[in-house]
């Protein structure tokens, strides 16, 4: 029986730029970098509050990356989604979509990383 999550994989290309992004952009954490028994170059990141990892993999054997348009994408809660957009912006990475109201005070955007993944960021407003 499943216990719980532990990590999800996104494979990519360019492995320092994804990495990059990641950290300085989102300000995730690279908690550990090693080679695979069949070569892959894994890279793992968590967000500050969370347990579960984002792994980003380079495997070139596995042929080229194609992400999908709305295929799949990450969610990250932000605590001011205006001041996460200045910043993103400065460091070359623009909001793609948003920030759009989401209940009271709340909003949501999108970003796009390197390689065509979606980010999605949640501002939560409060529930009064």
Known sequence: MI???LHTR????DLEKTVSFYRDVLGLQ??????????????FFKAPDSEEEIEICKFDESGPVVVGPDLTHLAFEVEDIEEFARESAKKGYPLSDGPHPNGKEGAIAF????????????QRGSDK
């Open 111 to 122: 970003i796009d990383a390197p390689e065509g993944y979606e980010i999605e960021l949640i």
């Open 30 to 43: 690279e908690t550990r970098r090693h080679t695979s028994g069949r070569g892959s170059q894994l890279v």
């Open 10 to 13: 996104y494979r990519v290309t």
């Open 3 to 5: 216990k719980k999550l």
